[in-house]
């Protein structure tokens, strides 16, 4: 079973910062891409990054992109989500993945999930 736990989350007011962490077991990091997803309430669960192993490569949705960046630190085994500009809908429990591969923000595999960190921003 991989081990995934975020950390991170909380309030933060509009137009803020926020930087997330997800640090992972080695067999649930090593060698496969990471991602983040987030689930407002009362919504799924959406795609928000995802990092390559290299970290040569990333993927966002189009609601984050130049506004989030994610990152990677293989050594610690662990991936960011850096948050700028935060919006009110950006409020969410943002959940870490181990992903089995990654081609875009539509094509992507799980294969484990973090328990989820909540991002609360106020307006």
């Known amino acids: 079973q991989g081990q995934l736990v975020e950390s991170g989350g909380g309030l933060v007011q509009a137009g803020g910062s926020l930087t997330l962490s997800c640090a992972a077991s080695?067999?649930?990091?090593?060698?496969?891409?990471m991602g983040w997803f987030r689930q407002a309430p009362g919504k799924e669960r959406d795609f928000v990054a995802a990092?390559?192993?290299?970290?040569?490569?990333?993927y966002y949705a189009d609601s984050v992109k130049s506004r989030f960046t994610i990152s990677r630190d293989n050594a610690k085994n662990t991936v960011y989500l850096r948050m700028n500009s935060l919006k009110p809908e950006d409020t969410a429990v943002y959940y870490c993945?181990?992903?089995?591969?990654?081609?875009?923000?539509?094509?992507?595999?799980?294969?484990?999930w973090g328990t989820g960190t909540l991002v609360t921003v106020s307006s």
């Open positions: 080695g067999r649930t990091f090593s060698g496969y891409p």
């Open positions: 990092i390559t192993w290299s970290g040569g490569g990333a």
């Open positions: 993945a181990s992903l089995a591969y990654v081609a875009g923000p539509d094509t992507y595999g799980i294969r484990y």
